[in-house]
């Protein structure tokens, strides 16, 4: 059987969810019995996200295979709860150089080059290829950007030629304003924005209406009448408090059979459990044991930049019965020298978490906070620069060196956090980072042990640096445990505190933490702080 396609876009604006109605899809057809799979593009010239800065573009997601990736992908691998690969990730970047490639290769003599047919062809080839490649039943394409962007032109166009030879159904993502002072929902921008979508030649056969609360049903019959579409295939997308409650809100108005429907599926054995929990939501049942988590870091003005990492805190809560609240903290504020007292800042948190980041800006604030937590039993996670900062921290206060540092941030008599020898030569950037999926080897009769339960683990790491060798063994001997390396032992990958749930990996396990299997580490650091706030109260 050929692939058939879903394609999900937008022709108004952009961040108004369409990863999540991307992944729902995903799941819903998943639950169904087909093989579906998301595919994502993106229009930007990068090559992928390895080189864009969290501040801007949000988090770069880590795939096994090392591909370094939007966080949209995130999303995906969190809903669907497969692994992907580089595959499903196309971007204008890779377009464009394997384009310019052919010609150099003499692919296109005689020719004069063109995006039509050339570039689309290829966008069209590379979809299917993939697509055929895994046996797909469905691919659900996510347009990034809008429709109307210059970005994405060519691809929206390539789309377009996809439907006269295969089928292809087409998803509008849509954003429904409602003027306060009125309390009237305006179809407006949909209306002219649908006119946008169909200049391009795309017709949508089902809208999806971003909005505060449900569609009005005059709401619904205006855009319905504006589209030619009937209003059963208006669908609501309103705000809720957890985005996994979207398929099934998604659900509860049959998107999944009309979805099965239009795109002519043949009936496959469906999956009873997986079908029942679609139209379950999962953030129903929200605990009142609370937990504040204080996540100190230096890109917290945009938490989309550690968006895998709340959601392996809310993974974790939402397993643990507990109502989390996270408490984003500038790190370069505990820098200030006026600043005295930073149990100020931490005060009311009862776990702290550090997570992964690069360049020396708020690191001090970093170690500060890392002190108090060890000093003051606090439980802490701390995620690859997080576990680097851990071990300097160690390094200083408890081994007495106090200019103990990483090669990273300065040149110190004593970088306890080194750059490997490979890495050193390494010029170029993009994909040069000990990057995907890594091995390692825990120790039996530690924390690490016990939290995961056995001896070997995979997680996905990114990052440059390590701990330095010539100072494991006075780490060791001053108390520092090292619970994981690398299966030659060659390299350091989680260290514990002996005293209190302190531990530290320089891998990032919340790539692989989903809402039914959290990552092992930042559940037992949710119930640690969970049992800390317990005591807190108790005195
Ligand atoms: N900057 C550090 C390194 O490159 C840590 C990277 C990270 O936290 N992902 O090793």
Same mark, same amino acid.
């Given at each position: 059987?050929?692939?058939?396609?879903?394609?999900?876009?937008?022709?108004?604006?952009?961040?108004?969810?369409?990863?999540?109605?991307?992944?729902?899809?995903?799941?819903?057809?998943?639950?169904?019995?087909?093989?579906?799979?998301?595919?994502?593009?993106?229009?930007?010239?990068?090559?992928?996200?390895?080189?864009?800065?969290?501040?801007?573009?949000?988090?770069?997601?880590?795939?096994?295979?090392?591909?370094?990736?939007?966080?949209?992908?995130?999303?995906?691998?969190?809903?669907?709860?497969?692994?992907?690969?580089?595959?499903?990730?196309?971007?204008?970047?890779?377009?464009?150089?394997?384009?310019?490639?052919?010609?150099?290769?003499?692919?296109?003599?005689?020719?004069?080059?063109?995006?039509?047919?050339? #570039?689309?062809?290829?966008?069209?080839?590379?979809?299917?290829?993939?697509?055929?490649?895994?046996?797909?039943? #469905?691919?659900?394409?996510?347009?990034?950007?809008?429709?109307?962007?210059?970005?994405?032109?060519?691809?929206?166009?390539?789309?377009?030629?996809?439907?006269?030879?295969?089928?292809?159904?087409?998803?509008?993502?849509?954003?429904?304003?409602?003027?306060?002072?009125?309390?009237?929902?305006?179809?407006?921008?949909?209306?002219?924005?649908?006119?946008?979508?169909?200049?391009?030649?795309?017709?949508?056969?089902?809208?999806?209406?971003?909005?505060?609360?449900?569609?009005?049903?005059?709401?619904?019959?205006?855009?319905?009448?504006?589209?030619?579409?009937?209003?059963?295939?208006?669908?609501?997308?309103?705000?809720?408090?957890?985005?996994?409650?979207?398929?099934?809100?998604?659900?509860?108005?049959?998107?999944?059979?009309?979805?099965?429907?239009?795109?002519?599926?043949?009936?496959?054995?469906?999956?009873?459990?997986?079908?029942?929990?679609?139209?379950?939501?999962?953030?129903?049942?929200?605990?009142?044991?609370?937990?504040?988590?204080? #996540?100190?870091?230096? =890109?917290?003005?945009?938490?989309?930049?550690?968006?895998?990492?709340?959601?392996?805190?809310?993974?974790?809560?939402?397993?643990?019965?507990?109502?989390?609240?996270?408490?984003?903290?500038?790190?370069?504020?505990?820098?200030?020298?006026?600043?005295?007292?930073?149990?100020?800042?931490?005060?009311?948190?009862?776990?702290?978490?550090?997570?992964?980041?690069?360049?020396?800006?708020?690191?001090?604030?970093?170690?500060?906070?890392?002190?108090?937590?060890?000093?003051?039993?606090?439980?802490?996670?701390?995620?690859?620069?997080?576990?680097?900062?851990?071990?300097?921290?160690?390094?200083?206060?408890?081994?007495?060196?106090?200019?103990?540092?990483?090669?990273?941030?300065?040149?110190?008599?004593?970088?306890?956090?080194?750059?490997?020898?490979?890495?050193?030569?390494?010029?170029?950037?993009?994909?040069?980072?000990?990057?995907?999926?890594?091995?390692?080897?825990?120790?039996?009769?530690?924390?690490?042990?016990?939290? =995961?339960?056995?001896?070997?683990?995979?997680?996905?790491?990114?990052?440059?640096?390590?701990?330095?060798?010539?100072?494991?063994?006075?780490?060791?001997?001053?108390?520092?445990?090292?619970?994981?390396?690398?299966?030659?032992?060659?390299?350091?990958?989680?260290?514990?505190?002996?005293?209190?749930?302190?531990?530290?990996?320089?891998?990032?396990?919340?790539?692989?933490?989903?809402?039914?299997?959290?990552?092992?580490?930042?559940?037992?650091?949710?119930?640690?702080?969970?049992?800390?706030?317990?005591?807190?109260?108790?005195?």
């Amino acid at each position: 059987m050929q692939t058939k396609y879903v394609v999900v876009l937008g022709s108004l604006l952009s961040g108004i969810g369409k990863g999540i109605v991307t992944a729902s899809i995903a799941k819903m057809l998943d639950a169904y019995g087909y093989n579906a799979m998301p595919l994502k593009f993106d229009g930007y010239l990068n090559y992928d996200c390895g080189t864009m800065n969290p501040f801007r573009h949000g988090e770069v997601f880590v795939l096994d295979d090392g591909s370094e990736v939007d966080m949209d992908f995130g999303t995906y691998e969190r809903f669907i709860g497969k692994s992907l690969d580089k595959a499903f990730s196309l971007t204008g970047g890779k377009v464009f150089s394997e384009i310019i490639a052919k010609e150099r290769k003499g692919d296109f003599l005689g020719t004069d080059v063109q995006i039509i047919p050339h #570039v689309t062809d290829l966008v069209m080839e590379k979809i299917e290829k993939t697509s055929e490649e895994r046996k797909l039943d #469905v691919m659900i394409i996510e347009v990034g950007g809008t429709v109307g962007d210059i970005e994405n032109s060519y691809f929206v166009e390539a789309l377009r030629q996809l439907a006269l030879k295969r089928k292809v159904v087409i998803v509008d993502v849509t954003y429904v304003p409602e003027l306060q002072a009125v309390g009237e929902q305006k179809t407006k921008p949909t209306q002219i924005a649908l006119r946008g979508l169909m200049q391009e030649g795309l017709r949508p056969d089902f809208i999806v209406c971003r909005a505060t609360r449900r569609l009005d049903d005059k709401t619904r019959k205006k855009i319905a009448l504006f589209s030619g579409l009937s209003p059963s295939a208006i669908i609501d997308d309103n705000d809720t408090n957890s985005i996994y409650s979207l398929p099934a809100i998604l659900a509860s108005q049959n998107l999944d059979k009309m979805l099965i429907d239009k795109l002519g599926l043949e009936l496959k054995k469906t999956n009873d459990e997986k079908v029942a929990a679609l139209k379950v939501d999962p953030s129903a049942n929200i605990s009142t044991k609370k937990v504040n988590i204080a #996540v100190v870091g230096k =890109y917290v003005n945009l938490h989309d930049s550690y968006a895998s990492v709340k959601e392996a805190l809310v993974h974790s809560a939402m397993a643990a019965g507990a109502d989390l609240k996270i408490n984003w903290i500038e790190s370069e504020l505990m820098e200030d020298s006026s600043f005295k007292n930073i149990d100020d800042i931490l005060r009311g948190n009862s776990g702290i978490l550090v997570p992964g980041g690069f360049g020396s800006r708020g690191t001090e604030g970093m170690i500060k906070a890392i002190r108090h937590a060890r000093e003051n039993k606090i439980p802490y996670l701390g995620l690859c620069l997080g576990m680097q900062l851990m071990t300097i921290e160690y390094a200083r206060n408890v081994l007495g060196l106090d200019d103990a540092n990483s090669a990273e941030f300065t040149d110190t008599k004593n970088p306890v956090i080194h750059i490997m020898e490979e890495q050193e030569k390494v010029t170029t950037k993009g994909a040069t980072m000990r990057l995907g999926a890594w091995e390692a080897k825990i120790k039996p009769g530690t924390l690490a042990h016990s939290i =995961y339960g056995k001896e070997s683990i995979s997680e996905r790491h990114r990052h440059r640096y390590e701990v330095n060798n010539a100072y494991r063994d006075a780490l060791v001997e001053k108390g520092m445990v090292i619970s994981a390396t690398t299966p030659d032992g060659n390299l350091v990958e989680i260290v514990e505190w002996k005293d209190s749930f302190g531990i530290g990996t320089q891998a990032h396990p919340e790539f692989k933490s989903r809402p039914e299997s959290p990552a092992p580490l930042f559940l037992q650091f949710i119930k640690a702080a969970m049992e800390a706030q317990r005591m807190k109260a108790l005195v």
